[in-house]
């Protein structure tokens, strides 16, 4: 047996230990950001599970044939724009398993046009069936090549915006989103005219639920972000009392910022609302549990996906929409607030970082319970931090209580 054989072996042993022991009202304790377990036991049941994900929007692919490439979890994914909507593949070989496709985006020049793997050239088409190997004459001539094909993950599309699970049985999107949700998706992002701007990544140094809590977690609006504070950002209230987002663990807030006049700022720009001449304007943020944001923010559209990196680094992935008829003045000022105030790189998101970093520490110390996670001594007071309670409570029916084939909520 190899030592990698020997080593999944003591994980999956580990995994199946922890899930066998598990007390369901367990409070959310440290070792849920750094144990490798755990994280192993998330990557199955969550991000290889029946969850749904936010993979990207209809508007990044110009014509049928352009893909791009993603992942969930560990799975390195291919997602294809075909006339009728977008198809999902597993990124990987069924011949012998190396990567197929590499990058981040192409087009097949048509869609008779494949996907080659350089290894042992075998080729797969727009249905992700082998269509040719290489040395076709050491095969015999009944070899059945499209039974050979790459794994196809589930896809939804609401609202434009495409959703991807490699679970065997995710709910029906609808569901799984309700209706709030749904008409939410429908109304930003839903038009024809949307625009793709583009991405921006970084690397977040905490374990990626420390980043989806934060989206959760109002209270630190305004005590850690000085922007939102000069903002004047009229306190978010999480909609906690819709039942579809209590059940499966997602969160939804609508908010409205009152700009002031004056802003003592070397440039106070970066606040400013070109496209609504009284200055005030409505702003939602919403998760998708486990980890797919929607925000609407100042003038920036944006889905955010949260992409683990290891147990203790995360990927955030801030893809950017305008609006095609947006005049260039106005294009330029999207961008520039994304990329400077609201994306991964942005004053907001530096603050995160900050923050994040710090409870990541903080996380590697003893094993212990916090006040403001819901642990069963405290329970949760403040309305956001019923929300953060909401996500963990989706989390433990998902990681521990599922069955093994990765279970929504
Ligand atoms: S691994 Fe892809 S062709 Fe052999
Ligand atoms: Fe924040």
């Given at each position: 047996?190899?030592?990698?054989k020997r080593s999944a072996e003591r994980v999956g042993g580990a995994v199946a230990d922890m899930l066998g022991s598990w007390d369901p009202r367990m409070p959310i304790e440290t070792r849920l950001f750094t144990d490798p377990v755990v994280h192993r036991a998330e990557l199955e049941r969550i991000f290889h599970g029946n969850c749904w994900h936010i993979v990207g929007h209809v508007s990044e692919f110009g014509e049928e044939g352009a893909y791009k490439l993603h992942r969930l979890g560990e799975v390195p994914l291919i997602v294809l724009r075909v006339q009728d909507g977008v198809r999902a593949f597993v990124n990987s070989c069924p011949h012998r398993?190396?990567?197929?496709?590499?990058?981040?985006?192409?087009?097949?020049?048509?869609?008779?046009?494949?996907?080659?793997?350089?290894?042992?050239?075998?080729?797969?088409?727009?249905?992700?069936?082998?269509?040719?190997?290489?040395?076709?004459q050491g095969y015999p001539d009944d070899f059945p090549m499209g039974e050979h094909c790459l794994p196809r993950a589930s896809v939804a599309l609401v609202g434009g915006v495409i959703f991807a699970s490699l679970g065997k049985n995710p709910p029906a999107i609808d569901d799984y989103l309700g209706r709030n949700l749904v008409g939410h998706?429908?109304?930003l992002y839903?038009?024809?005219?949307?625009?793709?701007l583009g991405v921006q990544r970084a690397i977040f140094q905490c374990n990626w639920k420390l980043y989806v809590e934060n989206i959760y977690d109002s209270y630190h609006a305004v005590t850690l972000h000085k922007g939102f504070k000069l903002m004047r950002l009229r306190k978010a209230a999480p909609q906690i009392d819709d039942s579809n987002i209590l059940r499966?663990?997602?969160?939804?807030?609508?908010?409205?910022?009152?700009?002031?006049?004056?802003?003592?700022?070397?440039?106070?720009?970066?606040f400013e609302m070109r496209s609504r001449s009284d200055g005030v304007s409505s702003h939602l943020i919403s998760n998708i549990f486990p980890a797919s944001q929607l925000s609407q923010q100042l003038e920036v559209l944006a889905l955010r996906c949260v992409v683990p990196r290891?147990?203790?680094?995360?990927?955030?992935?801030?893809?950017?929409?305008?609006?095609k008829?947006?005049?260039?003045?106005?294009?330029?000022?999207?961008?520039?607030?994304?990329?400077?105030?609201?994306?991964?790189?942005?004053?907001?998101?530096l603050e995160d970082a900050a923050a994040l970093a710090r409870l990541q520490v903080s996380m590697r110390g003893r094993s212990r319970e916090f006040d403001g996670r819901g642990g069963l001594r405290f329970p949760a007071r403040r309305a956001d931090e019923k929300a953060i309670d909401n996500?963990?409570?989706?989390?433990?029916?998902?990681?521990?209580?599922?069955?093994?084939?990765?279970?929504?909520?």
């Open positions: 047996m190899t030592d990698d398993g190396a990567q197929v496709v590499r990058g981040t985006r192409g087009k097949l020049g048509s869609l008779s046009a494949s996907f080659k793997c350089i290894y042992h050239s075998w080729v797969y088409n727009a249905e992700g069936s082998a269509s040719g190997v290489g040395r076709r998706l429908n109304r839903g038009s024809n005219e949307l625009q793709y499966f663990g997602h969160y939804l807030s609508e908010y409205e910022v009152d700009l002031p006049d004056r802003i003592q700022l070397a440039n106070p720009e970066i290891g147990v203790e680094a995360t990927e955030i992935q801030f893809h950017v929409y305008g609006r008829g947006d005049a260039a003045e106005l294009r330029e000022h999207q961008l520039w607030q994304a990329a400077n105030f609201l994306g991964p790189q942005g004053l907001i998101n996500f963990y409570g989706a989390y433990r029916r998902v990681v521990f209580e599922s069955q093994s084939d990765g279970g929504a909520a």
